[in-house]
């Protein structure tokens, strides 16, 4: 059994700024990522919580990421913004990005948000979750380095590639919030499990050949297995070609690693589309929303992607979370 | 060995069309129909070309589908257009949406086009082609009767709703058609095993209880597989929130069945997204898109879930392509 001592959000988003902000990240760059590295304590996805935070500071120190970048907005047309991270975070290029994205949605009735020159924004969800409560239908996109071979093939050209659909309820809260990649699993089970010398389940990664495999260290020098076959390649092409390839950001086949110190800065983007329902019929979107989540919950049993993350995120509000005594460790070393 | 006839697209064209002003269609709304007709049978979607005509018919005759329909289409906000198909088929109001949609997409970098009281659209991808043909990365959101179940549940509540991505080649063609349905397989799949009483392999449908099963009948009155389990649902729910919910179509859930003659018409919808890739940079998206097919092609056995159309429409236009002689009968019955 883990360790754990448990934190209040707040003190979580404090730790979580310290340490960056002693790693060279300027404040101002520094807070958004505090802010959302609390907030995915809070939904309970530790994995990309304060124990990320060692990552993110390694790679401000080796200069994968400009700790100080100072992202740039452009509006090159009335419904696209562009979003030049200059080598940052992605986290600050979004906040910047979203001040303008969500009243141009809403005057507009649909904007996109295109980001470049960025890097792994974290949990996607929690950025389009913030659309949704502005009362948008918010779509993201984030690419990473590929590790999905195409149909028929064995090498990468593809990431896990997630994509995420956050749905407002109509008063202001989230009503369903979608957030999946395009890999069976996530890469970074594979790489727990090779930590761990723990064999992973067939069907999660493929060998250099494209067979698959059940050793995590062949699967990591192999290819991760799309979900559902080539539907899974299908959709991390979908997010290629939003992400990456309209944003201007750098290619999955080009990117360099999102772990590890080498290869220079990743280079990756995002793309984000915000949507009015207002624009056909506001209160018809949120009865129909309203009517579709229903017929799930009606189910015993049945569940929603994102069901239980409002809960989780009440109690931790008022309790806090538990968070390992080895990552408080880590992070207590990098504050210095 | 089925038996076959070989005709021009012009003649497919043409005998789609009689069939269906026979049936009570206008000429009008006839007429993009045909010419989908023909197209899907030139990419070799046979299950979608000349064999649904008679379907179609059906559905203009029942009622399921106004024949006569005039589609109309406003513009509630700058980058949004709404269309009202009035309970008739999809074509003549994409049609008509497309006209506004692709100059709008230009002018404003990214535009939507949302479509309700519509119908079964066919083949999504033969759509969103025609705006990667106008140089704009081609979105589109089809929903359907509910046929796939939430995870942890039995009871089907999104439709097997498909996306489509067109990615224009920077040459007024197109580099990547991407078109797939949220489960394993098309229902028509499932359908033709059961009327041919052959067993369905495991894995393509649910019982009504959620557990798997190889006969095709209790497939049909349970639910199909999502692909890749619950990230398929996800798929799924996306495209009913974008098709369905956003547009003000029926919800799948309250759809009627897209076969046979009872219960009205669907009324259900589609969503599409043009997005103009010199919003943001026109020869490094070309570039970029170069890139990524290439480092698909360059492997041995690597394809793009698009690749051969092409090939094949080409022979196609020349050839022309066989069509069963039990279908052509059929279509001929239609015509009187």
């Known amino acids: 059994m883990t360790e754990t001592k448990t934190l209040s959000l707040a003190k979580i988003e404090a730790l979580a700024f310290d340490a960056l902000v002693a790693a060279g990240t300027s404040p101002e760059n520094a807070r958004p990522l ?85 890097y792994n924004c974290g949990v996607l969800g929690c950025h389009t979750q913030r659309l949704a409560q502005a009362g948008l239908v918010g779509l993201g996109f984030t690419n990473a380095p590929a590790s999905i071979a195409p149909s028929g093939g064995a090498k990468p050209v593809v990431g896990t590639n997630p994509f995420s ?59 991760m297995a799309p979900s559902g076959g080539y539907k899974g390649v299908g959709v991390a092409l979908l997010v290629e070609v939003l992400a990456a390839a309209l944003s201007g950001a750098t290619l999955g086949i080009h990117a360099s690693p999102f ?23 506001g209160a018809a979107f949120a009865q129909r929303i309203t009517d579709l989540v229903g017929a799930i919950h009606a189910q015993e049993g049945a569940h929603l992607p994102g069901d239980g993350r409002g809960a989780k995120r009440t109690r931790a509000a008022s309790e806090g979370v538990a968070i390992s005594t080895a990552t408080l460790d880590r992070i207590a070393a990098l504050s210095g």
Do not use: N
């Open 34 to 118: 505090a802010v959302a590295t609390a907030q995915t304590e809070a939904d309970g996805v530790a994995s990309h919580g304060l124990a990320y935070i060692p990552i993110y500071c390694e790679h401000v120190q080796c200069g994968k990421v400009d700790g100080t970048a100072r992202p740039s907005i452009t509006q090159p047309r009335p419904a696209f913004l562009l979003a030049d991270a200059a080598t940052g975070f992605a986290h600050p290029a979004i906040d910047a990005g979203f001040e303008r994205l969500i009243p141009l949605a809403r005057d507009q009735g649909i904007a996109a948000l295109a980001i470049r020159k960025s």
């Open 165 to 223: 659909i956050a749905v407002p309820d109509g008063q202001g809260g989230v009503a369903v919030l979608i957030d999946q990649s395009a890999s069976t699993i996530a890469k970074s089970e594979v790489m727990k499990h090779a930590r761990e010398g723990k064999p992973i389940p067939e069907g999660w990664a493929l060998d250099p050949e494209g067979k698959p495999t059940t050793d995590p260290q062949i699967g990591l020098a192999g290819s």
């Open 259 to 281: 772990s590890g110190t080498k290869g220079g800065p990743p280079r990756t983007g995002q793309f984000f589309v915000a949507i009015d329902p207002g624009a056909a019929d």
